[in-house]
């Protein structure tokens, strides 16, 4: 059993930045790969990034790549988004995942998810 939560979220002027953490419960983090998803408001929850057990390897959507990091310390138990050139439409709830299996784009390739953090820019 794997307990998210997330800090971070707020409200930001487009073209500014934010970073998301998501903190673990438990001692086997590192056996999880993590990833974020965000839902906006009417929309389905979308894929943003994920990142692989030990942190050597990342994916992201494309609306995202060059703008958004994603990354972990699997001794503080956290995983991290680092956004940057934040754009109105990056506005959503942005939920932390874990899969004990594997990376995924997919909202079923994941088992444990945070209550989500609120992120909102304006124009």
């Known amino acids: 059993q794997v307990q998210l939560v997330e800090f971070g979220g707020g409200l930001v002027q487009a073209g500014g930045s934010l970073r998301l953490s998501c903190a673990a419960s438990?001692?086997?983090?590192?056996?999880?790969?993590m990833g974020w998803f965000r839902q906006a408001p009417g929309k389905e929850r979308e894929f943003v990034a994920t990142?692989?057990?030990?942190?050597?390897?990342?994916d992201y959507a494309d609306s995202v790549k060059g703008r958004f990091t994603i990354s972990r310390d699997n001794a503080k138990n956290t995983v991290y988004l680092q956004m940057n050139s934040l754009k109105p439409e990056d506005t959503a709830v942005y939920y932390c995942?874990?899969?004990?299996?594997?990376?995924?784009?997919?909202?079923?390739?994941?088992?444990?998810w945070g209550q989500g953090s609120q992120v909102t820019v304006s124009s």
């Open positions: 995942a874990a899969s004990y299996w594997s990376t995924g784009t997919q909202v079923s390739s994941y088992d444990y």
């Open positions: 990142i692989n057990r030990s942190g050597s390897s990342t």
């Open positions: 438990g001692r086997t983090f590192s056996s999880y790969a």
